[in-house]
């Protein structure tokens, strides 16, 4: 679908004028605004609070998809540009209203995406909402800003976020997805962002949709990762396949063809794993053993947790209950999977040479945890932590709980598992699996802060 760029710059100039990337930094806080492009809706509805209550109804109309009064918009906004929203889909209307369709403006780095809204957000009205953007998007994001010269190839593009932050640097890109709202949408952010002499956007199936000569001197992508059941219809922005590495596998294969000499292939994803080692480890080792390769693998999740999470989201897209998670933990037990691992793959066409790094504040739930801290001093509601190193950190009466059951034998799963009920309950549904995630988590944070040391299986 060809885009009225200069109606979307018309636009794009009032998100300029209304200083949008500005007041959704100050309002979420430049910590939040700089990993999550999907803020929490209900949080977000508090901190707008700090805005007058035009503000507020804008930007949550922009950012969270809730419907504003006509004349509130229509006085802020050109006419010409509503209507043609309008034409496009990407708003609705009637007698007394605006909203969006399912989709949502977000920023990054003095850039616009218009993106699907979240599925789990109240307003969603179309669970299957695209394009897809998330966290995952923003650590790759990190790695591309500044940093793309040459010619580069954006594989699953989705909202187009990697290609227009590579051509802000200078880049030649093609962007490629093989959904074709997904690219009428990317379109959308390409014009938006005044890029449409750089990137260049093509529908197809990856390497399928571009000249079969081509050599780029980069290749990024984040592609769908999730594993699925090959029973469950599962969006194609999540669906990589029982193991999650169908897609994945697929781009590695065209690393040698489609990179010149001394280029680089950038991935961001999810890869399942037991205790010792990631699945993904074994494409990288075989399908690039003649590149230069080096992965990076950080914070692990139990793969219980995951499975719940899937199976909540395969049938909130779906519409029903049919899913259970048991479809994805045999898949898992088949797999012998245990962990949710994050990596980073960086590919270079050079020397070959393998380079696995971990991050080893990474805690398992095998992992023994063990105190190294002085003392807990109670305040008025909260305690107080003191390192031997007599530096301090503040703690709540349910992390109090858990450093005093922690006696140098139970690893972590066992001392959750002691926690009592009390704390458990605030944890609603699947309330041990995400405790068990959050002290995971906070034993990795605790460690760094000298409070606590590591004696498990590794």
């Not at 922009?62 to 006509?70: A, D």
């Amino acid at each position: 679908m060809k885009m009225n760029e200069n109606i979307i710059l018309k636009f794009k100039q009032y998100l300029d004028d209304f200083n949008y990337h500005l007041l959704v930094t100050l309002v979420l806080g430049e910590a939040k605004y700089y990993i999550n492009p999907l803020p929490d809706y209900y949080e977000t509805k508090k901190e707008l609070k700090k805005l007058d209550e035009k503000k507020q109804k804008i930007i949550s109309f922009f950012l969270l998809g809730e419907p504003i009064e006509k004349e509130i918009i229509e006085e802020e906004m050109d006419k010409e540009v509503l209507d043609y929203l309008y034409e496009i889909s990407a708003v609705n209307r009637d007698d007394i209203h605006y909203w969006f369709n399912s989709l949502m403006i977000t920023s990054y780095c003095n850039c616009y995406f218009l993106v699907g809204i979240p599925y789990y957000y109240p307003t969603c009205q179309n669970d299957n909402s695209k394009p897809y953007i998330g966290t995952d998007s923003y650590w790759l994001s990190r790695l591309v800003v500044n940093q793309m010269s040459g010619d580069v190839l954006d594989l699953c593009t989705g909202s187009g976020i990697q290609a227009i932050l590579a051509a802000k640097s200078g880049a030649r890109v093609i962007a490629v997805d093989i959904d074709d709202e997904s690219i009428k949408w990317a379109q959308f952010n390409i014009c938006l962002n005044e890029l449409n002499e750089k990137v260049e956007l093509r529908l197809g199936n990856l390497y399928s949709a571009i000249d079969q000569p081509m050599k780029f001197d980069y290749i990024l992508s984040n592609p769908p990762f999730i594993p699925i059941p090959d029973t469950v219809d599962f969006p194609i922005a999540g669906d990589g396949g029982q193991d999650g590495r169908n897609i994945v596998r697929k781009i590695f294969n065209g690393y040698e063809k489609h990179l010149k000499t001394n280029g680089k292939a950038i991935m961001i994803g999810q890869g399942i794993g037991d205790k010792y080692s990631v699945f993904l480890s074994q494409d990288l080792k075989t399908i690039l053993k003649t590149m230069n390769v080096k992965v990076y693998y950080s914070s692990c999740f139990p793969i219980e947790l995951q499975a719940v999470n899937f199976a909540k989201m395969a049938n909130k897209i779906e519409g029903d209950n049919k899913n259970d998670s048991k479809l994805w933990t045999e898949i898992y037990k088949e797999l012998g999977a245990e962990y949710l691992y994050n990596f980073t793959v960086i590919v270079k066409k050079d020397v070959a040479k393998y380079d696995e790094n971990w991050l080893y504040d990474c805690w398992l739930k095998e992992d023994i945890p063990i105190i190294s801290y002085s003392k807990i001093t109670q305040l008025s509601s909260n305690y107080s932590v003191t390192t031997r190193k007599n530096t301090s950190f503040i703690i709540d009466d349910e992390v109090k709980e858990f450093l005093e059951k922690v006696d140098g034998r139970k690893d972590v799963a066992e001392v959750v598992e002691s926690m009592p009920f009390k704390y458990k309950v605030k944890y609603l549904e699947d309330s041990q699996l995400k405790m068990l995630t959050k002290y995971m988590n906070l034993c990795s944070v605790l460690e760094r802060e000298g409070l606590m040391i590591k004696n498990g299986v590794k």
